[in-house]
């Protein structure tokens, strides 16, 4: 099958968010995730665009993550194709150091990922991350800490 052509667009955005990522901060040199093309019915509700998983260290490789990611993805704008995949990454980092799940938070990934990116994440009206900065900041207070 041929690969998608937005399929490959996002792989190279995540790609370069990552790089982004490990040059500016130390923190985040060993961050390493790759996109993973999900289905439909893993992103029941409408908001719904991607989650991350820690992946079970293989030898000789460095410890990686995995970013599944939604069919809306694929469609979305630019802006919250990234701002998605900014606070995904913000969520690697966490795993990454292994904080403890009951402060790895949505609210500590969007810090991380403010810390990372140097801008917050931003939130639009359908409640999905965004770079766009006329949406909401910080996280709203109705989603899932
Ligand atoms: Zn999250």
Do not use: K
Not at 23 to 50: I, K, V, Y
């Amino acid at each position: 099958m041929m690969p998608d052509q937005r399929e490959v667009r996002l792989s190279r955005l995540l790609d370069s968010l990552l790089r982004q990522a490990r040059q500016t901060t130390p923190a985040a040199a060993n961050l390493h995730a790759r996109l993973h093309m999900g289905r439909s019915a893993q992103f029941p509700a409408p908001r719904d665009h991607a989650f991350c998983e820690m992946m079970p260290p293989e030898p000789g490789r460095a410890t990686w993550c995995r970013i599944t990611v939604a069919p809306r993805m694929l469609t979305a704008p630019r802006a919250r194709q990234e701002g998605v995949l900014r606070h995904e990454i913000g969520h690697a980092l966490l795993f990454l150091h292994d904080v403890d799940p009951a402060t790895h938070t949505e609210l500590a990934c969007d810090e991380a990922a403010r810390l990372l990116f140097g801008e917050p994440i931003y939130y639009d009206r359908e409640d999905v991350q965004t770079t766009d900065p006329t949406g909401t900041t910080p996280r709203p207070s109705h989603l899932p800490r």
